[in-house]
């Protein structure tokens, strides 16, 4: 029987952990804390089948210009945490050209092709259908001019990859979320995206499938990773674990674990940060508010608003303007009550500089495998490249074309 460590308990982990465990493999899944509490709690809790298309970084000037000068809340930077962030920032800058950018979409449209596939079987097994919702969801436009363009792209997606939407103008809003202002241009419907009213305990509930088929859960220091004659070990709360493969899911902190095999793998580490609302009104959908940059979405703990990104140190303390920003935004829209917790939740999404995922065998180590870098999607997406992964590390052909994954590619 082959065996192999799973490294990071987020949805891409716990999902590669399946894929594995369903071809017969022995799966143990180890992290510093229980799956689901770092980048895949802190979400704003949808399965996006609609994103066939990666976020690529401004290009004109004039948008260039108001995040610099702060007058935008979909991006943030501290100033003296640039220097650490622009060399990844530039090289994102250069991907994001229209010809990279059509590149990158198509191999990016290829997985977004596979997640609500591959989530929908996990829900099944894991009897979690209670925490989903098969609605979509909707992204508001507080200006005409900017629904109107948002609606030549849907057109053009729908055209090129099939995705369905709805276009609601502000009447058609009004009486979709008649607890919403009233005098708002319209939004559209994204209408075959599921959203999930608890992302952490979505993927608690994928962890708990992955115990009772038979897999170890097991607290430990993904660092202490070491190459034996045999393959791989790591110490861990129940002692050191050896096995003959080992697969690096830690998100954004993949990079800093594999510098110690002589890989620099640059990304842009974009901090977002979340809050919950009770004893106000709640949404029917989530809803994306473009224009102040924040998503809104009915959840277990009450609604919660998550902002867009912020550019600092990973261990910068919070700094949560953007989700102050945000929070006066949504209470124009409606009554979103009081915050639950008494301090935000943040956390780090890890972006690549091409917009890929960096997904397959490291060639300088044997058994060495990674799977990471999925930006804003890593939640949509763990399963299905968590399946991918599976299927090449044990000699299956892939579903699809994973050339534009590889690691070396940087």
Not at 2 to 29: D, E, K
Not at 289 to 314: C, F, H, N, Q, V
Not at 339 to 349: A, D, M
């Amino acid at each position: 029987m082959q065996s192999a460590i799973v490294l990071g308990g987020g949805m891409v982990g716990v999902g590669t952990a399946l894929h594995l465990q369903r071809r017969g493999w022995s799966v143990t899944l180890v992290d510093r804390r229980e799956p689901g509490r770092e980048t895949s709690y802190g979400n704003a809790g949808i399965i996006q089948s609609e994103a066939v298309r990666p976020y690529p970084m401004p290009r004109d000037f004039a948008t260039l210009a108001r995040i610099a000068m702060g007058r935008t809340n979909d991006v943030r930077y501290r100033l003296a945490s640039l220097p650490q962030h622009a060399g990844p920032l530039l090289r994102y800058w250069w991907h994001s050209t229209p010809e990279r950018h059509r590149e990158a979409t198509l191999a990016w449209a290829r997985l977004i092709a596979h997640a609500t596939a591959e989530h929908d079987t996990l829900i099944r097994e894991a009897h979690a259908d209670n925490l989903i919702r098969r609605a979509g969801f909707r992204i508001l436009y507080r200006d005409p001019a900017a629904l109107a363009a948002a609606t030549a792209i849907a057109e053009e997606n729908q055209r090129d990859f099939g995705v369905k939407f709805r276009v609601l103008d502000g009447s058609e809003l009004a009486k979709a979320e008649p607890i919403l202002r009233d005098d708002l241009p319209g939004a559209i419907h994204w209408l075959e995206p599921w959203t999930v009213s608890d992302p952490g305990g979505l993927v608690s509930a994928y962890a708990g499938l992955f115990e009772r088929l038979g897999g170890t859960l097991l607290r430990g220091d993904a660092q202490t990773l070491t190459e034996t004659r045999s393959g791989w070990s790591v110490d861990t709360a129940s002692g050191r674990i050896d096995a003959a493969h080992v697969v690096v899911t830690l998100g954004p902190w993949s990079p800093d674990l594999l510098q110690k095999f002589g890989y620099r793998i640059p990304l842009v580490r974009k901090r977002g940060y979340h809050m919950h609302y009770q004893g106000g009104r709640s949404l029917d959908l989530p809803l994306v508010d473009t224009a102040m940059g924040y998503a809104m979405a009915p959840m277990a703990k009450g609604t919660r608003i998550t902002t867009g990104a912020e550019l600092t140190s990973p261990d910068a303390p919070a700094t949560p303007i953007q989700l102050g920003h945000a929070e006066a935004a949504a209470r124009g829209l409606l009554d979103i009550g009081s915050r639950v917790e008494p301090e935000p939740w943040f956390g780090t999404r890890p972006c690549s500089i091409d917009m890929l995922p960096v997904l397959g065998p490291v060639p300088t180590h044997r058994g060495l495998w990674v799977n990471f870098g999925h930006g804003h999607q890593g939640f949509t997406l763990g399963p299905a490249t968590g399946k991918l992964l599976a299927e090449m590390m044990n000699g299956e052909a892939p579903a699809v074309d994973t050339s534009p994954y590889r690691i070396d590619r940087f």
